[in-house]
């Protein structure tokens, strides 16, 4: 439970910060780091993933 607070109080943080005078420079300073932290985004999503559950429940992959 503690963990969703933080992802959740990090996401407002930075809600709130993009509507500060500040938000250039954050962005400058976030920069370099941002092709790491999206692959470890993708690579923490895939590894959650349940291949089996995927391929039993082809309708959340493949609505109709």
């Known amino acids: 439970m503690l ?3 933080l992802v959740l109080g990090r ?4 809600l709130l ?3 500060t005078e500040y938000k250039h420079r954050v962005e400058a300073d ?5 092709s790491l932290l999206l ?10 993933l349940d ?11 493949f609505p109709s």
Do not use: C, Q
Not at 11 to 14: K, T
Not at 39 to 48: A, E, I, K, P, W
Not at 51 to 61: A, D, F, G, N, S
């Open 30 to 34: 976030i920069k370099p780091f941002r």
């Open 11 to 14: 996401f407002l943080g930075g």
């Open 51 to 61: 291949p089996h559950l995927l391929m039993k429940k082809t309708e959340l992959i």
């Open 17 to 19: 910060l993009a509507e």
């Open 39 to 48: 692959g470890l985004f993708f690579m923490t999503v895939g590894m959650s």
């Open 3 to 5: 963990a969703y607070l």
